[in-house]
């Protein structure tokens, strides 16, 4: 049986929520059961992840005794940095976009390691589009590359696959596809399977649109 805690974060990366949440009960389960605390509070904070990406922000939140104010503490006592990249891009959508920027911003101080911080920065950049003026969207560019560059230099494909999918949106929103274009499809095709995933289909539905005919 594979690590629940491990398979739990993958179920979260594919976007599989049903695997996720089992995975997290099993952890639940097993860290009280044998009096792991720490394990525990990591299951409830997976489970807040999976609850606020299904969409119930405040049910997800009361998992956390602190809420949000907690969760922005420069010395958040378990660092789980992942959850905070979901918690903000949950926030956003709920429209607490000020929220999930100080949650972001938190995170980014936090990651003292950087291995985190390329989908930290990413995420920045989205809420920064948000504001809708050509000065942002240049910002929002500059961040994303930072965040292409972190990935790639940490070998971490999946994030760069996911800066790229937000920098190639912006470029065909800026009216630059051909740039778009060039961004992602590279990355996209250095993968050799998980075509079923959810960033790999967000990928290539965008690269479908910008018309790419020389993706395979």
């Not at 690590?3 to 639940?28: D, K, M, T």
């Not at 378990?78 to 905070?84: E, K, N, Q, T, V």
């Not at 930290?120 to 809420?127: C, K, P, T």
């Not at 470029?171 to 399977?193: K, M, N, Q, W």
Request: with cysteine; proline share 4%; hydrophobic share 45%.
């Amino acid at each position: 049986m594979p690590s629940p805690f491990g398979a739990c974060q993958a179920a979260l990366w594919v976007g599989n929520l049903a695997a996720a949440g089992h995975y997290s009960e099993i952890l639940l389960d097993h860290s009280r059961k044998h009096g792991l605390p720490l394990l525990s509070a990591f299951g409830s904070l997976l489970q807040m992840v999976i609850l606020t990406k299904a969409g119930d922000l405040e049910a997800g939140l009361r998992l956390l005794p602190g809420g949000l104010a907690e969760i922005a503490e420069p010395n958040f006592k378990f660092r789980f940095l992942p959850g905070l990249s979901e918690l903000a891009e949950a926030l956003t959508l709920t429209g607490r976009i000020a929220e999930g920027l100080a949650v972001l911003e938190a995170g980014i101080e936090q990651s003292e390691a950087g291995w985190v911080t390329p989908e930290l920065l990413r995420l920045r950049g989205e809420l920064f589009l948000l504001h809708s003026t050509p000065a942002i969207a240049e910002t929002a560019e500059d961040i994303f590359r930072q965040a292409l560059d972190g990935a790639h230099q940490q070998g971490a494909l999946s994030w760069e696959l996911r800066a790229a999918t937000s920098l190639a949106r912006l470029l065909r929103d800026r009216g630059r596809s051909a740039d778009a274009v060039a961004c992602l499809h590279p990355i996209y095709d250095r993968f050799t399977e998980g075509f079923g995933t959810a960033d790999l289909i967000v990928a290539k539905r965008l690269l479908d649109e910008l018309g790419d005919t020389h993706r395979r």
